[in-house]
């Protein structure tokens, strides 16, 4: 169960956002419960969560404008139709967002693991919008910490990315105490060790350092690489899927984290950086359609959807349909 000060950290969603929904015609809108009316969110429901927040990505140096994708990626997913769901009464919960402007980073990352880690302990799946990666720190650590709380088997984390994301603070600013949003599973390895495992698919190599990567395999981190799928001899989607299969078991838990700009700029251009040969939603789609199917994708966080750099809200579209395959493959069964 949320506590009373969670919520007092949170702003609920607009209105607006609800698309109109029938009865011939049901809507994920049609679904979505907000959290100003109970602190009590069942079991095996999914609670959704936006961070507004692209200060981690301005620490990198990146183009701002992901503050604005929490708001654009429910706007695609709420007018999706939802009769493809398992569940015939399915509960989503959207808990609003976490504001950028009222705490600091530090806080603001503090908060947003505290909730994480007492959804997913209840057996409650959280689906994120952000905002910079450097959330997935914040998710990916509460998740886990939950996953100590319930001694589940070993956790899976799985990053769909251009970057490994691997660095440190001081590589952008030496003066500051602040996290961009490289830095998050470096951030992970060293708070948690081997207590899960971690994979990479899609990373890029103008995108990482020989050092990033050696830290990387040092690590244990496990790589799928864009060069090795486009390069294999097999098709995409199935050099994908194959590296999936590999790490899956059916009560496995697992965190997905997708950063935007994994994707080719030709379906993803609206992010912080993006480049034209990238990784293609015909290939990951249904790869990850199967292993969600076969596995326990537990919860979800889409990053870096920035839409004042989208065109024709194509990015934002993208990470909806994402966000979609989750609730309507695991998130709602």
Known sequence: ????????????IDEELLYPSSEEDPRVSCWVKKTELSLAISANAVAIMGYPDDYGVQLNKGRTGASLGPTE????????????????NPEIVDLGDLPMHETSQKERHAVAREIISSLVT???????FGGGHDYAYSDVAGFLDACKNLKTQKPLIINIDAHLDVRTYSEVDKSSHNY????????????????????????QSQCNSRA??????????RILSLDEILLGDQPAKVAITQFFSGLLTQKRPVFLSVDIDGFSSAYAPGCSQSFPCGLSPQSVLPAL????TRSSFSSMGIYEVSPPLDQDARTSKLAAQIAHMFLSSSGLR
């Open 122 to 128: 209840q057996n409650t799946s959280c689906l994120t």
């Open 1 to 12: 169960m949320l506590r009373k000060e969670h919520l007092n950290y949170l702003t609920p």
């Open 289 to 292: 359609k199967i292993a969600m």
């Open 180 to 203: 961009n949003s490289g830095t998050p599973f470096r951030r992970i390895i060293e708070e948690f060790g081997d207590f899960s495992d971690m994979a990479v698919v899609g990373i």
């Open 212 to 221: 990033h990567l050696r830290w990387a395999q040092d690590h244990g981190i």
């Open 73 to 88: 990626i429910r706007r695609a997913l709420y007018k999706m139709t939802a009769n493809v769901f398992q569940n015939e």
